[in-house]
């Protein structure tokens, strides 16, 4: 297996502030890793692929000014919610997988613990 | 792109009945399907999976079937316990590139002691 850490697990912040979540690799290098948004009873929604050295990869309706990644290493990649409001409320969990090509890389997601971000 | 559609939202079973979820997907090209199981305040843990290359995949009590033909994959449970309450999740992906996980819309099951 494999463990991803994400932190903070929770976060209230006031309107108009900015948040940082990170989400860490521990024992593995994680080319790529990948930011959802989950709403309460709802699904995994996709917000932006992270790439390790490249521009993040957005979903349609991802604002990426709002939302703003950084992949800056192999194991570390932050989200940031800028001038955060109410409406950005929510569940937000990363996930990472084995670099394609390596022997360890099953296809297996590992998902970090999650962080909630109350916006008052 | 991708889209994954999941049926039932919810789903209850009395404990020991079997339960079945079903999921369809919209890119061909999609090879490894992998289903997640997410209890209440945790995070999705992958329970089972199969790639395309097959037709049906068992771990004691869970089984999953493909079906290419009709872009359909399904999860099946038996024997349910109480601590199969969660919820589900099924995905579809292309294991290759910098492949992205498109997940079902989610299964709430609940087993009924």
């Known amino acids: 297996g494999a463990v991803v850490s994400q932190h903070p697990s929770r976060v209230i912040c006031k309107s108009g502030t900015s948040v940082k979540i990170e989400c860490r690799s521990l024992?593995?290098?994680?080319?790529?890793m990948f930011w959802y948004r989950q709403f309460p009873k709802q699904s995994l929604m996709l917000m932006a692929t992270?790439?390790?050295?490249?521009?993040?990869?957005?979903e349609q309706g991802v604002e990426k000014d709002k939302f703003l990644i950084n992949h800056a290493s192999l194991t570390l990649s932050t989200l940031t919610v800028t001038s955060a409001h109410p409406e950005d409320s929510s569940f937000y969990i990363c996930?990472?997988?084995?670099?394609?090509?390596?022997?360890?890389?099953?296809?297996?997601?590992?998902f970090g613990e999650g962080s909630r971000l109350t916006v008052l | 792109g991708e889209n994954v559609e999941q049926h039932p939202s919810t789903l209850s079973v009395q404990e020991g009945d079997s339960a079945v979820i079903k999921c369809t997907y919209s890119?061909?090209?999609?090879?490894?399907f992998p289903w997640y199981k997410q209890e209440l305040g945790k995070r999705p843990q992958l329970i089972i999976d199969?790639?395309?290359?097959?037709g049906e995949k068992k771990d004691q009590r869970i089984a999953v079937t493909l079906n290419k033909t009709a872009k359909h994959f399904s999860l099946h449970i038996t024997e349910t316990q109480p601590e199969d309450s969660a919820v589900y999740f099924c995905?579809?992906?292309?294991?290759?590139?910098?492949?992205?996980?498109?997940f079902g819309t989610g299964t709430r099951l609940k087993v009924l002691a």
């Open positions: 199969i790639r395309s290359n097959v």
């Open positions: 995905a579809a992906t292309k294991l290759s590139g910098t492949y992205k996980y498109i």
């Open positions: 996930s990472a997988r084995h670099a394609p090509g390596q022997e360890t890389n099953t296809g297996e997601l590992f």
């Open positions: 992270s790439n390790e050295g490249s521009k993040a990869t957005y």
């Open positions: 890119d061909s090209a999609s090879n490894y």
């Open positions: 024992d593995f290098q994680a080319t790529t």
